[in-house]
């Protein structure tokens, strides 16, 4: 359980004065949280000086200055002009004119009463000579002119979220901080944190909201440097203790006999690429030890991960034992089960199919073949892990396309038999930086060669204004026998207008290609039924259809090898890994395939960057290192949806060193106290809670 400590930070925004119920979900989404303590990870990104405070005469024009006035008088506009509402202001120098647009004449007669000296801030400007300040930030009386005159944070804001309002939210979150006697020791190595000077936590976290000059927000400033530690040693160290609880439970070393593979590498059309040997290889390593197997295996979209899955499930199945192959949607599952099927029938292999469409009397007798051991791969959705899914004898689980699976699922997964090995595949190439970050509980294997005699799209990138010739070159394209691809823009917050333009798009398509060719153009988009959704995927992949346009939906993994030819629309506003996922739907047959990129001018310049990327190369592990690089590492990955950690105060790219620390920190950790009931280990726990890696906490004995 959390430390009841931490109960104050871990309260909902809504318990703060100024979050309400319109006001504290337009906050949970800038700050990534909706609890207090997200408050607190939200750093200021800039800062404005206002303890410079001149006379009026002497205020330069366009800078940030505080002023002490006395008001003079105000001269409302008359009724529906557009002038401004307008107060003069003086002071020994001379007079200053406040502006405000539709300003009202009782609030501003109650801020700034005639005959009263007021402390105002804001920037003055001259128009005219005569010196102005278009809505001042700030207007108080002078008892509390301390408040204004100071170096203010900045924050980044967003839609419909006022700095101000920010800012006195922020505070009051650093007031709830409980009193730092009340806290454990401190949960940095004492070595560590005086070679670095680091402040304590609390004295960090204040002094990283209380910027004084433009030093202060640099990522490499101390107080940044130990929050960014704090949150690195919390994510590594409950990396290794997940890792330690997933390994501790006894494997059983699993030692196949080589008969079965045998059969299925003869009955495949080519030779294992050296990749695949060799993570097989590792593979084969892991589930001969005790240690229970937890693999992450990296492969492009085409790198030939589906063998390897089966080569594994195989060795699980010579040892007397089943194997279950998990596919994020039903479509992939079912295409599984069509790879897979011959090639098990070449080995005598029982293959079994569980979704969750599967009900009744069919699913009953799938479970009790199972139960009985008369299945020896199961493939499937989720669906595979519901409560009465029960094995007579599970001994390795396969997941592909795990993208969104965070630590949490990976240890609910190992729940399901005693011991389970774990392969987990994934065809997002990871850059090396950030595998530690957010793989380090587990082991690593890269698909880093393609199979051979594979052709790289030919890939253009052209204005959107050439739309006519693309439709005729791919007019052309179809009579040659080509199927096509046409993925549609992605439109932001909206999966309706995602699919509006699809549904445009395609009526424009079948209205100029139609007449002509004949040819047949279908539609599949999000908001389609599964059922629907397959029978378009399966009618384009058979011949029922020549051309398909489509929402992202495809992203995923569907594999359709005749499909040669991809336009998408708006190429520059989709990241470069959804770029790379979508080209590799195409040219997976081994013939020439084209992939053309429309864009509407004009190009930013990471947009740009982007694209270009694309036509260089085709290398999946480039193009991740280049999205990290333009990206930054927070949105390559880290979407809480996603289920991977998030990094709040951090990029773990511009801290490589620390990271590096964090590890091997964490790691003296985990074998000197792993049950982290040592001197430090109270103070671990709360730095645990506190970046919310609550899993990790659970997997100690005494959690
Ligand atoms: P991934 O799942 O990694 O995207 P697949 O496993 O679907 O890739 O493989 C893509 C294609 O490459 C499949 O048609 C598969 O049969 C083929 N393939 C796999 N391994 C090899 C190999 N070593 N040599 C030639 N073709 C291969
Ligand atoms: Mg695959």
């Not at 006001?23 to 609890?35: E, S, T, V």
């Not at 408040?147 to 419909?160: F, I, M, N, Q, T």
């Not at 590799?584 to 429309?598: D, M, N, V, W």
């Amino acid at each position: 359980m959390r430390p009841s400590l931490l109960d104050p930070l871990f309260r909902p925004l809504t318990s703060l004065k100024g979050a309400g119920k319109t006001m504290a979900p337009l906050i949970a989404r800038l700050i990534g949280g909706d609890k207090v303590v997200d408050l607190l990870w939200h750093l200021p990104s800039g800062l404005v000086d206002r303890r410079f405070s001149p006379l009026i005469a002497e205020a330069p024009d366009g800078v940030v200055v505080t002023l002490t006035v006395v008001v003079e008088a105000h001269q409302e506009p008359p009724p529906r002009s557009p002038s401004p509402y307008r107060v003069v202001c003086r002071d020994a120098s001379g007079f200053v004119t406040l502006v405000f647009f539709h300003g009202r004449a009782r609030y501003l007669n109650d801020l700034l009463p005639v005959g009263e000296t007021r402390v105002i801030s804001g920037k003055v400007e001259r128009f005219g000579g005569a010196p102005q300040i278009v809505h001042p930030t700030h207007v108080v009386p002078l008892a509390e002119a301390e408040a204004v005159c100071r170096v203010e944070p900045v924050y980044p804001l967003s839609g419909g979220v006022a700095g101000k309002v920010l800012a006195r939210l922020i505070a009051q979150a650093l007031d709830d901080i409980p009193d730092p006697a009340a806290w454990p020791d401190e949960w940095i190595d004492a070595p560590l944190k005086a070679r670095e000077g680091w402040p304590g936590w609390i004295d960090a976290l204040r002094a990283v909201h209380a910027p004084e000059e433009a030093e202060d927000l640099r990522p490499d400033h101390p107080a940044r440097r130990r929050l960014a530690y704090d949150e690195l040693l919390a994510t590594q160290l409950a990396l290794l203790l997940v890792r330690r609880a997933a390994r501790t439970v006894r494997g059983r070393p699993i030692v196949g006999t080589g008969a079965l593979r045998a059969k299925v590498l003869a009955a495949l059309p080519f030779a294992l690429t050296g990749a695949q040997s060799r993570s097989l290889a590792e593979i084969d390593g892991d589930m001969a030890s005790p240690a229970r197997m937890l693999r992450l295996l990296q492969g492009d979209v085409g790198s030939g991960k589906t063998v390897v899955a089966l080569l594994t499930m195989l060795t699980a199945v010579e040892a007397g034992a089943q194997a279950a192959l998990m596919a994020p949607t039903e479509i992939l599952a079912r295409q599984h089960i069509e790879t897979l099927a011959p090639l098990c029938a070449s080995a005598g292999v029982r293959l079994g199919l569980l979704t969750g469409r599967d009900k009744g009397r069919a699913r009953a007798a799938l479970l009790e073949a199972l139960a009985a051991g008369e299945i020896d791969i199961l493939v499937g959705t989720h669906a595979l892990f519901q409560d009465d899914v029960v094995f007579a004898a599970l001994a390795v689980v396969v997941v592909d396309e795990q993208h969104r699976f965070g630590v949490h699922q990976r240890l609910a997964l190992s729940d399901k038999g005693r011991a389970v090995d774990v392969l987990v595949m994934t065809a997002t190439p990871i850059p090396r930086t950030l595998t530690l970050t957010h793989y380090g509980d587990m082991d690593i294997s890269r698909l880093d060669e393609k199979p051979p005699g594979r052709l790289p799209a030919d890939t253009r990138v052209l204005p959107i204004d050439r739309l006519d010739d693309v439709i005729a070159a791919v007019a052309r394209a179809i009579d040659g026998g080509a199927k096509v691809y046409w993925v549609c823009p992605l439109i932001e917050d909206s999966e309706t207008g995602d699919m509006a333009a699809a549904v445009d798009r395609q009526a424009l398509l079948a209205d100029r290609l139609g007449p002509r060719l004949g040819p047949r153009v279908g539609l599949v988009h999000g908001r389609m039924k599964p059922g629907e959704k397959d029978a378009v995927m399966e009618a384009f992949s058979g011949n029922g259809l020549d051309l398909l346009v489509a929402t992202t939906v495809i992203e995923v993994g569907v594999n359709v090898p005749s499909a040669t030819v991809m336009v998408i629309e708006h190429a520059e506003r989709f990241g470069l890994a959804q770029l790379h996922q979508l080209r590799g739907r195409i040219g997976r047959g081994g013939g020439r395939s084209t992939c053309l990129l429309l864009y509407a001018p004009p190009l930013g310049e990471t947009a740009r960057a982007r694209l270009e990327t694309m036509r260089r190369t085709d290398d999946g592990f480039e193009i991740a290192e280049e999205d990290l690089r333009l990206r930054g590492a927070g949105e390559v990955l880290g979407t809480r949806q996603s289920g991977l950690p998030v990094f709040r105060l951090i990029d773990p790219l511009l801290a490589e060193d620390l990271l590096a620390i964090a590890r091997k920190q964490a790691e003296v950790i985990v074998e000197t106290d792993p049950d982290l009931a040592g001197p430090h280990g109270a103070a671990l726990r709360v730095l645990l809670y506190l970046f919310e890696r609550d899993a990790a906490v659970r997997t100690l004995r005494s959690g």
